[in-house]
């Protein structure tokens, strides 16, 4: 019996002293993102789900879906600018320490995907017409990241962002950043 308990109490504590690896090459990860495209995060704001693959040295790829909602202003009236894009790419780690504790990353994404203008409503309440249209749009992405592990699993994100589409009739240059959580599986 003094065994068995010497064996357990052997094993709780060789399980506090070990670290879990981080970043394993092919380990996969969803992380949900949520940010502002301007300094009114209340009207300009994006929501992105992504899934991430490792790959090695702390890179992954990215395969992500995104929802971008941006209010412009005509006269008395708040215009609302919708884009769905879906993403993939590849992110490089620039920086990081041996635990992966606290990791830099850049990466840069193919995007394309489709943007409505006023939810397709050409006229305005005050009988104005709106010249331009809902689009398909396409172009790159790029994104630095700063990345921490809370748990093995769980890492909050902090990220700068742009994209530059083409095939709007809107900003072709699109700034934002913003807030994560990826959970690793």
């Known amino acids: 019996m003094i065994r068995y308990i010497f064996a357990v109490v052997l094993a709780m504590l060789s399980m506090t002293a070990v670290q879990a690896q981080r970043m394993l090459p ?3 990860g969803l992380e949900i993102n949520a940010g502002m495209l301007s300094k009114d995060i209340s009207d300009n704001y994006y929501l992105n789900l992504t899934l991430t693959v490792n790959g090695k040295n702390g890179s992954y790829w990215i395969w992500g879906a995104e929802y971008a909602y941006q209010l412009s202003g005509y006269r008395d009236v708040q215009i609302p600018l919708e884009t ?18 606290i990791t830099l990353n850049a990466g840069l994404t193919a995007v394309a995907g489709y943007e409505t203008i006023n939810r397709s409503e050409a006229m305005l309440p005050d009988g104005s017409t709106i010249l331009d249209r809902d689009n398909f ?5 790029g994104r630095l990241t700063l990345e921490t592990y809370l748990s093995d699993r769980f890492v909050l994100l902090l990220q700068g962002r742009t994209k530059v589409l083409w095939g709007t009739d809107l900003k072709q240059f699109r700034p934002s950043a913003g807030i994560g959580l990826r959970f690793n599986f």
Do not use: I, P, W
Not at 85 to 95: A, F, H, I, K, P
């Open 26 to 28: 092919k380990q996969k």
């Open 84 to 101: 769905y894009t879906g993403e993939v790419g590849y992110s490089l780690q620039l920086l990081g320490d041996a635990r992966k504790t």
């Open 137 to 141: 749009v396409y172009g790159t992405g």
